[in-house]
């Protein structure tokens, strides 16, 4: 399994703003996802992107993935209190035996009201 | 919807004490995980499972064993535990191999 590396760190941005943090990883992967974790709380899946897939969208989320570049961007749009967390990518090249999943150390959001 | 619960939010042991953390999913998934997350570390995988009394070793399971002799249980062993082991602990269970994994709650284990 590989790693994701999130950017930036921490993010701190006014309610009605947009919020955009990246992930950067290693090797070739046949799908990437994002997780958010609140305070105190375990991991939520948010959205799963498909190595053949570029773009996908999710309320007022988008995910956006550029394999040349071994990246991809997480999109919120018209952020609110309530999207005050920590957001995770993980990217995998399943198959086999490799069943496994490594997280980075997330991105930290503040959403200011 | 999946849900995953963790038989406990918060626990406070002594160092040495046995303690077992359990884990328990009602979606029939074959995979199910143990991770510890601490600050500046992110999530760091113990151990694995993808079936039935079957475990794979993770990033850091030293320290700890694991169980799984049924299905929708997984539990995480610490022999002995210490100072070092404080920290939040996280179960997670998936369907296929490396797809989405859904979470439990986490427990925070002190020990003392």
């Known amino acids: 399994s590989q790693q994701g590396e999130e950017d930036p760190q921490a993010l701190s941005i006014q309610e009605g703003e947009n919020a955009t943090m990246n992930c950067s990883y290693k090797?070739?992967?046949?799908?990437l996802q994002w997780y958010r974790q609140n305070s105190g709380r375990g991991l939520v899946h948010l959205i799963l992107?498909?190595?053949?897939?570029r773009e996908k969208h999710s309320g007022r989320l988008r995910v956006t993935l550029d394999t040349s570049k071994k990246s991809s961007s997480l999109l919120i749009t018209a952020s609110r209190a309530a999207d005050t967390a920590s957001y995770f990518c993980?990217?995998?090249?399943?198959?086999?035996?490799?069943?496994?999943?490594?997280f980075g150390k997330g991105t930290l959001l503040t959403v200011n009201p | 919807d999946v849900k995953v619960t963790q038989s406990s939010r918060y626990l406070v042991k002594r160092t040495g004490e046995k303690v077992f953390l359990e884990c328990v999913q009602d979606?029939?998934?074959?995979?199910m995980f143990w991770y510890r997350q601490d600050p500046g570390l992110g999530l760091r995988l113990i151990y694995f499972?993808?079936?039935?009394?079957?475990?794979e070793k993770g990033d850091i399971p030293e320290g700890y064993s694991v169980s799984r002799e049924k299905k929708e249980r997984f539990s995480l062993i610490l022999e002995s535990a210490s100072t070092n082991q404080t920290s939040m602990y996280l179960c997670?269970?998936?369907?296929?191999?490396?797809?989405?994994?859904?979470f439990g709650p986490g427990t925070r284990l002190l020990v003392l």
């Open positions: 499972s993808y079936d039935v009394k079957m475990k």
């Open positions: 997670a269970s998936s369907f296929l191999s490396v797809e989405t994994q859904y």
């Open positions: 090797t070739s992967i046949n799908n």
């Open positions: 992107i498909r190595s053949n897939e």
């Open positions: 993980a990217p995998s090249n399943s198959g086999g035996s490799n069943y496994k999943l490594t």
């Open positions: 979606m029939d998934h074959e995979n």
